[in-house]
Each structure stands twice: as C-alpha cells, then as structure tokens.
C-alpha cells in the first residue's frame, strides 16, 4: 500500500538498530524530501536485530568489508555472503529479521511513499497500488550504487550542491527501481524534442530569479506543468545540461557579476547567489572557473 507522505519519520531507522551499531552519517538534518539517508557501521563480531515493518522503501547498498548475512523476511529464508557492491531491496510493510556475522559498513536508503506515488502517476501513469517492488535479497546494480554513492558524497561534503541535486537523485533511483524492480513490467512514456520554446524560457525566467532560493526540482516542473522526469529529460534535450547543472553554473555566472562591486563581501555573495555559506561557493567557483572568488575579485577590481 503506497501513503500520502513524504516526511520520513525518524524515530523508526537507527533506532531498531543494534547496540553494536554506529550511526557514522545521516542526511536527517538536510532536510531533504522524500529520502534519509544512513550510513552504519557494524562493530561487534556478531549482529543479530529486526526491522520493523515501515511505510518507505528501503535499499541497503554493501560499502566495505566482507561479511555473512542471514536473512528473513515473508517467511522466506536467505542467507550467503555480501561484498562491497552487493544491494537488498526490502519493500516496505514488511517486517525483516537480521543476522550479521563480521563487520560490514552499510549505506541504507529510505524512499518516502510519496516517491513511489509521483513516479507510478506522473511517470508511468497507472495506479501508485498496482505497484510494488520485488524483495531482493542481493543484487548488482551499477546505476543504484553508482546513485547511492553520489548521494553519500554529497551528504559528506556537507551539501555543496543543494536540495535541488540530492532529490533529483532520489526521484531518478525511484523510476529506476519501479522500472527494473517492481512487480509489473512498465512502459514509461517518452517525449522527445525538448522543451518548447515557451516552456523553455518560463523554466529559466523561473530558475533566474530564485536563484537565492532553494530550488527545487518539483517546483520548477510544476511551473512549467511537467512531470519531473519529463521536464529534466527535456530540459536536458534543450540545453545539453541537466537542470541542476544549469542552476550551478548560473549561479556562478552570478556570483562572478557580483564579484565586481568593491562593497558586497564574498560571503554576503554565496548567500545571494544561493549557495549555504562561502566556503561552498568557493568549491563550486573553482570547479567551474579554475580560480576561488577571492582570486577572481582581486583580478577584476
């Protein structure tokens, strides 16, 4: 059963963890929308525990060391040895009982219910209950590790890119495992062309004058009527970036315009420019330009 919610709620995660268990990171206080992200570490020989049966979606990506798992869940028994790469999916609404033997860092990865919901309706266009994902107890998944790591670097960056690429992350891992792991075969429908021209520039008048804001994805589809996954196919179509990418660089692209008054500090700069404070403007900036702001500003003044 797929709920309207897309706070996920935090008192059910580390919680139901063992005590042998340690919390290394977590994106509870990024405040992102519709994913939690949890990385842990296992330190004791032996780990036995149970997780509840909760409403979101749970991906458990195998980071580092070896180790055996035993595993149960719908009366169905696994058991086998996990090595970095290994994933298990756990679907939601159900209750799984856990048995480790070593000491295996783990990435675990929440999706909201509303995730699953915006994608089954926007995206495949049925109904979010006729949709489910498969149980599985180990796979290889290139692009879920690969999405999970960028998710993990981004969180231990400590945000440098924002809102805006971590949830366009998760919407893209969610059509992804609705697509490969879910019990129904889907046809997404595609458009193709790019944006209109009229659409086009309402998205980039849209993104332009909020760039001191948060942006989100969602919102910037919703201003242009589009699904999230068809507006950043097309956009992308259009542009020959991401809208994430386009948002970064003009933010940069701003924050260079700024840097050429002699009365507004670096820092006031990253702040208008949307960035959460100097030192993530400094990253971006000499990513982008191959110089800092400070560097910049002493060329231009």
């Given at each position: 059963?797929?709920?309207?919610?897309?706070?996920?709620?935090?008192?059910?995660?580390?919680?139901?963890?063992?005590?042998?268990?340690?919390?290394?990171?977590?994106?509870?206080?990024?405040?992102?929308?519709?994913?939690?992200?949890?990385?842990?570490?296992?330190?004791?020989?032996?780990?036995?525990?149970?997780?509840?049966?909760?409403?979101?979606?749970?991906?458990?990506?195998?980071?580092?060391?070896?180790?055996?798992?035993?595993?149960?869940?719908?009366?169905?028994?696994?058991?086998?040895?996990?090595?970095?790469?290994?994933?298990?999916?756990?679907?939601?609404?159900?209750?799984?009982?856990?048995?480790?033997?070593?000491?295996?860092?783990?990435?675990?990865?929440?999706?909201?219910?509303?995730?699953?919901?915006?994608?089954a309706t926007e995206v495949v266009e049925v109904d979010p209950q006729r949709i489910e994902l498969v149980d599985r107890f180990t796979l290889r998944d290139p692009f879920i590790r690969q999405v999970g790591l960028l998710l993990l670097g981004e969180l231990e960056s400590g945000g440098v890119a924002g809102r805006l690429y971590?949830?366009?992350?998760?919407?893209?891992?969610?059509?992804?495992?609705?697509?490969?792991?879910?019990?129904?075969?889907?046809?997404?429908?595609?458009?193709?062309?790019?944006?209109?021209?009229?659409?086009?520039?309402?998205?980039?008048?849209?993104?332009?004058?909020?760039?001191?804001?948060?942006?989100?994805?969602?919102?910037?589809?919703?201003?242009?009527?589009?699904?999230?996954?068809?507006?950043?196919?097309?956009?992308?179509?259009?542009?020959?970036?991401?809208?994430?990418?386009?948002?970064?660089?003009?933010?940069?692209?701003?924050?260079?315009?700024?840097?050429?008054?002699?009365?507004?500090?670096?820092?006031?700069?990253?702040?208008?420019?949307?960035?959460?404070?100097?030192?993530?403007?400094?990253?971006?900036?000499?990513?982008?330009?191959?110089?800092?702001?400070?560097?910049?500003?002493?060329?231009?003044?």
């Amino acid at each position: 059963m797929i709920l309207q919610s897309n706070v996920i709620p935090q008192s059910t995660k580390i919680s139901d963890q063992p005590e042998s268990s340690k919390l290394l990171i977590s994106s509870k206080q990024n405040n992102w929308q519709g994913i939690l992200l949890q990385r842990i570490y296992y330190s004791a020989a032996e780990s036995k525990f149970s997780l509840p049966a909760i409403p979101e979606e749970l991906l458990i990506i195998h980071l580092d060391y070896p180790c055996h798992i035993e595993r149960s869940l719908k009366g169905k028994y696994d058991r086998g040895r996990i090595v970095p790469g290994d994933i298990t999916v756990v679907p939601s609404g159900e209750i799984s009982q856990w048995h480790i033997q070593g000491n295996p860092d783990l990435l675990y990865i929440y999706l909201a219910p509303s995730l699953m919901e915006k994608v089954a309706t926007e995206v495949v266009e049925v109904d979010p209950q006729r949709i489910e994902l498969v149980d599985r107890f180990t796979l290889r998944d290139p692009f879920i590790r690969q999405v999970g790591l960028l998710l993990l670097g981004e969180l231990e960056s400590g945000g440098v890119a924002g809102r805006l690429y971590a949830e366009s992350l998760a919407y893209s891992l969610t059509v992804h495992l609705v697509r490969e792991y879910s019990t129904m075969t889907l046809e997404v429908n595609e458009y193709r062309g790019g944006l209109s021209k009229y659409r086009l520039r309402q998205a980039i008048e849209y993104i332009n004058e909020h760039l001191d804001r948060d942006l989100k994805l969602a919102r910037i589809a919703a201003v242009v009527g589009m699904s999230q996954y068809h507006f950043s196919r097309l956009f992308k179509q259009s542009m020959g970036i991401s809208p994430y990418k386009y948002v970064i660089h003009q933010r940069v692209e701003m924050a260079k315009k700024l840097l050429k008054q002699q009365n507004i500090s670096i820092t006031e700069i990253a702040f208008q420019c949307g960035f959460s404070h100097q030192s993530h403007l400094t990253k971006i900036f000499h990513q982008l330009t191959g110089t800092t702001p400070k560097q910049y500003k002493n060329q231009v003044i």
